[in-house]
């Protein structure tokens, strides 16, 4: 399977950036939790290099804890200050608040030694698509300011939102690279629903998530289906996903298994943390891709 996404929408949201950063103090960078790797766009490094950054791992809640800490020390190490959120929770704003406080702090304190006046910090939100920037945003200005959509792709063109007086938001549309050459990254980031669903075969996506799964955490699939696990060997996703079928009452005509609509489900269940917490990257595993 291999997997490729890049609409022509993300070309100009790429050339808007570029067009704003000039005006930005610091640029702070949404990635998935559960792929820390996967879900930063390496085009990045180089397009925000000498710009303040904070990394924050959203949807910490739907990844391993202890793994998340290691990736939040690893994004230190590399000079990044790093924190974890989840934009659903009401404390997130306080929390985010005041770590760009102290990460803008000896910018704002030298610029309010120097001219006695307390600047407006105007911070750009980025971050591939679906990794939940927009709920983030919606989360510190304590409203719906940023559109909001469970599909990769919602945010289409950029929104400065006043979240104090002293601090706006840009908010930007989700940007991929040109193309996955790490087709187990690129895994990763259609398991999550980074990848839009209608661009893949969701039914062969389903069977190698299964598999991935069920080579890492061997209990989460019975666990969450009641299905016995199934014996290494060909097919073994397909052989899964139709007991899962089975199990579920997803029937076909002729009582045989629906697997599309249980590749679905099993998708969806994923993304909305059902089957337990999942972090699919170690940190430093692709440090220098």
């Known amino acids: 399977m291999n997997i490729q996404w890049y609409p022509g929408h993300m070309t100009k949201a790429r050339r808007m950036i570029e067009e704003k950063l000039p005006v930005v103090d610091i640029v702070m960078e949404v990635v998935d939790a559960r792929a820390p790797q996967a879900s930063r766009n390496p085009a990045f490094d180089d397009l925000f290099a000498g710009k303040e950054r904070v990394v924050i791992l959203n949807k910490a809640d739907l990844a391993e804890k202890e793994a998340t ?107 991929l690279w040109p193309r996955f050459d790490d087709q187990g990254l690129a895994r990763h980031l259609a398991y999550t629903g980074a990848v839009k669903d209608q661009v893949m075969d969701t039914e062969e996506l389903a069977c190698l998530f299964l598999e991935e799964v069920e080579a890492r955490w061997p209990e989460a699939v019975s ?64 440090d220098g891709r």
């Open 69 to 175: 800490r290691a990736w939040m020390a690893w994004y230190r190490e590399h000079g990044w200050y790093a924190m974890e959120a989840v934009a659903t929770q009401s404390r997130t704003r306080k929390e985010v608040m005041a770590f760009v406080e102290r990460a803008m702090r000896p910018r704002l304190q030298a610029v309010l030694e120097k001219k006695g006046v307390r600047k407006v910090t105007r911070a750009m939100m980025v971050g591939i698509p679906n990794v939940g920037k927009s709920a983030l945003i919606n989360c510190l200005a304590g409203g719906g300011s940023a559109k909001v959509g469970n599909q990769p792709g919602v945010t289409r063109g950029a929104q400065l939102i006043r979240i104090t007086p002293y601090l706006e938001l840009l908010d930007t549309p989700g940007i």
């Open 223 to 286: 666990r969450r289906y009641g299905v016995p696990a199934s014996a290494p060997g060909p097919q073994r996703g397909y052989r899964m996903l139709e007991a899962i079928a089975r199990k579920r009452g997803i029937l076909a005509g002729g009582g045989l298994p629906d697997c599309e609509r249980a590749a679905a489900m099993v998708l969806t269940e994923y993304r909305a943390g059902k089957l337990g917490p999942m972090t699919w990257e170690c940190a430093g595993e692709y």
